[in-house]
């Protein structure tokens, strides 16, 4: 993972966000809950269970502490507000764009494999396999995004937009 240049002051911004999929059958839903990092777009974190708190607990335990330090904006989902620390959390809507990168992340996730688009045959058969398909996603994307990234002596500079772009 590339950290951003700790010295600028949204380095460590955070968008998180869930989706939903399926393990074995339909009426067996598993939540994805995910963080990523506004200034690389990296996945820092994710965790699967339900839409609870306690799974909340286990996305917020599994992003890096220096991450922890920025400010999360989320959707109004109360678990949010239940585990990240007031002074760090802004839950915002939709129509604001302050989640906008996760909620693309969503679709890319929902484009790519198909075990996780909404209406769909296919499904994983177990939750070991549903983890393992997401990590090895999340780590191709990352490694993808890590050599688009602009990378100086000082950390990330900016991230390539089409044609080579900040």
């Known amino acids: 993972m590339i950290d ?4 600028e002051q ?3 911004t955070l968008e ?4 939903w999929s399926f393990v074995a059958k339909k009426t067996n839903k598993v939540w994805v809950w995910l963080a990523l990092c506004r200034k690389t777009r990296q996945i820092v974190g994710f965790a699967l269970g339900d839409r609870d ?14 991450y922890r330090r920025g400010r999360c904006y989320t959707d ?4 949010y507000q239940a585990v990240i620390p007031v002074t760090k959390h802004r839950p915002v809507g939709k129509e604001t764009g302050q989640t ?3 909620e693309r992340f969503n679709n ?5 494999l198909a075990r996780f688009v909404r209406k769909t045959l296919s499904f994983s058969k177990s939750e070991i396999m549903h983890e393992i398909c997401l990590r090895l996603f999340i780590w191709q994307y990352n ?11 000082k950390g990330v500079r900016h991230f390539d937009g089409p044609g080579g772009q900040p």
């Not at 951003?4 to 010295?7: E, S």
Request: proline share 6%; aromatic share 8%; charged share 40%.
């Open 4 to 7: 951003p240049d700790p010295r």
């Open 10 to 12: 949204d380095a460590y």
């Open 16 to 19: 998180l966000d869930e989706l």
């Open 53 to 66: 708190e306690a799974t909340c607990r286990k996305l917020w335990r599994s992003i890096p502490a220096r």
């Open 76 to 79: 109004f989902w109360e678990a």
């Open 100 to 102: 906008a990168h996760i």
């Open 108 to 112: 890319t996730i929902r484009q790519r």
């Open 143 to 153: 490694l993808e995004l890590r050599e688009k990234l602009s990378i100086g002596r």
